[in-house]
């Protein structure tokens, strides 16, 4: 690699005439004295990094450079769609990285938790193979940990931008290096047409999870220039992020570009076989009245009406308030996904990956609307999904056993957000049975009698970004002393590998022997099995 691409103008902060044209008080400062106006301008700059590609102009806020929607990928579009992503075409000049790109293409969001807001409404393009970048500072030879944040979503829905993952807060406070990007989705990331398009779309089921080992492997070759040390790099996400984090942890291609894995509230266990995977693309060219030799036409229907079809298609029971689809995600293709993500047993590839596992306390109890109770009818219908026919009527029995008084809403908020738990559970189990890297399992349970510990709360706690918790929980004086110890608790890890610092209670790694959990809480503190009732429930049925 040219080391001199990376360096006249990696440090440089200019000033632009669009930029004082947009800034009417510094440019009045400046008719009065230039000492105004330089004072007006430390707030908010711009700077010019050169990547591999080409220039970049981003911005500097309060001494962070910040680049937006920066190019790891070519356009996906076209003949291009569903093919692995190339990387970017070099362009000369500079180009502006001060906006959020758009996101991948997808059908209409599930219910967003209040604590984590996210731009859903921004332009949806299959051009949308780009990365943010949060660094204190460009070309100084440090070395800081780089923390790559993969949005969640299931493998549906989701943005890079939003506002509770903004990694300035995180970058700024704990002087590391936030990266976080947007990838393909849904049908465009996950439709196996290996069966039916041959060796060109071999790789077609997994296209997604390629994107994002292509932005891994842009951070390898740019984030070294930018202040980070692309020998530490830390994959973290939740929910669907989560899974996908788990999938890269059995990936061959994303071998060696991360070094710490963080999985929040979803974990990859299993991933779709190819006789489902291709009785889905099956499906999909029936429904748009397309032979099954008719493959390359598929890659020019509309967005539009390839986001349409998705219903048709899926053929997953649900029973929740957000509809994701289910076989239009990672698929066991032999090639980019060998073998399943973590069955029977934890991906010896990623053996020396120190992982940290965990999920939050009421799963269910936001993302499924359940504020309001429902019949015993209603419960088993919910159940269904969830432990199968065979398993439902022994399942809810034993729940009421085991929680007498509870209503039916109460008793399904406990199983679902325990189903939810439950890979998080095994996966931690199956990776320290592997005895290299250490698993560290947790439980986020702050919240109140209304929100509880919902679904996606902990994540601006993980981010430093405690104003979107405070709004919305009366300002209660728990909230900034949790941020700090939860996102002291990340940088922690992503330095080392060990999430433990001096805020935080002893925490040993897991194993299947003492189930030592440690707990986030108004009081932080390891548990031993702190959900055993719930977790023995499902035992009890065999999931």
């Not at 995977?277 to 229907?301: F, G, I, P, S």
């Not at 020396?352 to 209603?378: C, F, K, Q």
Request: glycine share 10%.
């Amino acid at each position: 690699m040219n080391e001199n691409l990376f360096t006249p103008d990696s440090s440089r902060t200019i000033f632009t005439r669009r930029t004082l044209l947009g800034r009417g008080a510094a440019a009045a400062a400046f008719a009065v004295g230039g000492l105004r106006l330089v004072r007006a301008f430390a707030a908010e700059t711009e700077t010019v990094f050169q990547t591999t590609a080409g220039k970049v102009r981003g911005t500097v806020s309060n001494g962070l450079n910040i680049f937006k929607g920066v190019p790891y990928g070519a356009s996906t579009e076209g003949a291009a769609r569903f093919l692995p992503p190339q990387k970017p075409k070099p362009w000369a000049g500079v180009k502006d990285a001060l906006e959020y790109g758009p996101r991948a293409w997808q059908g209409r969001p599930g219910n967003t938790p209040a604590a984590a807001p996210a731009n859903q409404e921004s332009p949806m393009s299959e051009d949308c193979l780009e990365l943010n970048v949060w660094t204190p500072a460009l070309g100084d030879n440090r070395k800081r940990p780089v923390m790559v944040w993969i949005h969640g979503g299931g493998f549906a829905v989701g943005t890079a931008a939003g506002a509770s993952t903004d990694g300035a807060n995180l970058a700024r406070n704990h002087d590391v290096v936030v990266v976080s990007m947007n990838h393909r989705l849904n049908i465009f990331g996950y439709l196996d047409l290996a069966e039916l398009g041959g060796p060109r779309f071999a790789e077609s089921g997994n296209a997604g999870m390629l994107d994002l080992v292509l932005s891994l492997e842009w951070v390898r070759d740019n984030i070294g220039h930018m202040g980070g040390d692309s020998g530490n790099v830390t994959i973290f996400g939740q929910s669907g992020g989560g899974m996908k984090v788990g999938t890269l942890m059995a990936m061959p291609s994303a071998e060696g570009l991360f070094h710490r894995a963080i999985l929040q509230s979803g974990s990859a266990i299993r991933a779709v076989t190819r006789e489902s995977a291709y009785e889905t693309a099956r499906d999909v060219m029936k429904v748009l009245d397309l032979k099954l030799n008719q493959v390359e036409q598929l890659q020019q229907v509309p967005p539009e009406r390839l986001i349409g079809v998705i219903r048709a298609v899926d053929k997953v029971p649900y029973s929740i308030g957000t509809h994701l689809p289910l076989y239009l995600r990672p698929v066991v293709d032999g090639k980019s996904l060998p073998t399943h993500p973590c069955d029977p047993k934890a991906p010896a590839i990623s053996a020396n990956v120190p992982a940290m596992i965990g999920g939050v306390h009421d799963e269910a109890s936001g993302r499924y609307e359940l504020r309001s109770d429902i019949d015993e009818a209603e419960l088993r219908r919910r159940v269904d999904p969830l432990a199968g026919p065979e398993n439902t009527g022994k399942l809810v029995e034993l729940a009421h056993k085991a929680h007498p008084g509870a209503t039916p809403a109460e008793l399904y908020v406990l199983l679902a957000s325990e189903s939810f738990r439950f890979d998080g559970i095994t996966q931690a189990e199956r990776k320290s049975a592997l005895r290299k890297a250490p698993a560290y399992l947790y439980l986020f349970s702050w919240g109140d009698e209304v929100r509880k510990a919902f679904h996606a709360i902990e994540v601006p706690f993980a981010f430093d970004n405690a104003q979107w918790v405070r709004r919305g929980a009366n300002g209660s004086p728990e909230v900034d002393p949790l941020a700090k110890i939860m996102s002291d608790t990340w940088v922690a890890f992503a330095r080392t590998g060990n999430p433990n610092h001096p805020g935080l209670p002893n925490w040993e790694p897991y194993d299947k022997k003492k189930r030592l959990t440690m707990v986030f809480d108004a009081e932080c503190k390891e548990v031993s099995d702190p959900t055993k009732t719930d977790r023995l429930l499902l035992k009890a049925v065999g999931l």
